[in-house]
């Protein structure tokens, strides 16, 4: 891997400011390219963010943006695109849980998480597709789905729904355009070391460890370093795959 694998390439993250997209953020900067990514909330966590990565001598763009609201992705890639010229990478990392039981489930839980996670993807993919496609060498999406996409969780009717759909989302963009030399592919993680995992209680915690065969969670920098891998040139030959990350889980 060439340390600046990515000079001049620019890369939008969406929540790009904690655990899995902040890990992203930082590997795409250490390998040379200029980074934008959006926050939902913490503008002070995003500004630190930006500090260091422009630390590193690329260029970071940040903005608030919802990702389930079209018009407001629109504009934030409009943003993107005049800051840094184009678009070559885009990581779908955006999400949120609302687990619940479905007969307890709320409809707002269900639409929140539903467009948040897949409707987001759908906005960011839609409005990067235009700048990419004017690129020589196209470009790559990576979408972050998760193992409850393709086993299905209990109390995760939303969740799990929302990732599946995602890498049906995958499968499909990347046959609308593989012509235009961009490459479409998917992550469905396991369970990865960030603040949500840190939340289960030990009794639960210790149960899924038990069912995982390499007996550990993942950590933030692995998932970092295989996104980094299928955005890569070394990943052109790629497209409309699910890549598990899970450690054997979901085997």
């Known amino acids: 891997m060439s340390e600046k694998q990515f000079l001049g390439k620019c890369a939008i993250v969406t929540g790009g400011t904690r655990g899995i997209g902040k890990a992203i953020v930082l590997e795409l900067a250490r390998r040379g390219a200029n980074v934008a990514f959006n926050y939902a909330k913490s503008a002070e966590e995003a500004e630190k ?21 079209t018009d407001s992705v629109a504009e934030f890639v409009k943003q993107v695109t005049a800051e840094f010229g184009t678009v070559d990478f885009l990581v779908n990392n955006a999400g949120i849980t609302r687990d619940q039981l479905i007969l307890r489930m709320k409809e707002e839980d269900w639409d929140a998480v539903i467009n948040t996670n897949l409707k987001g993807a759908w906005n960011f ?21 998760s193992i409850s996409g393709i086993v299905g969780m209990i109390g995760q009717t939303n969740y799990s729904a929302s990732k599946a759909g995602m890498i049906g989302l995958t499968k499909a963009l990347a046959k609308e355009i593989a012509s235009r030399k961009i490459t479409v592919n998917a992550l ?64």
Do not use: H, W
């Not at 550990?216 to 891998?229: D, H, K, S, Y």
């Open 125 to 145: 993919a839609k409005a990067v597709l235009r700048p990419m496609m004017r690129n020589e060498n196209g470009g790559s999406i990576l979408n972050i789905s």
């Open 49 to 69: 963010l930006k500090a260091e990565i422009t630390s590193m001598g690329v260029k970071c763009f940040t903005s608030q943006c919802d990702v389930a609201k």
């Open 188 to 251: 469905a993680l396991g369970l990865i070391e960030t603040d949500m995992a840190q939340e289960m209680n030990a009794e639960y915690r210790e149960k899924i460890l038990s069912q995982i065969p390499l007996g550990r969670l993942g950590n933030v920098q692995e998932v970092a370093e295989i996104a980094c891998f299928l955005l890569s040139d070394s990943a052109r030959y790629i497209t409309g795959q699910v890549i598990q990350v899970d450690g054997g889980l979901a085997m």
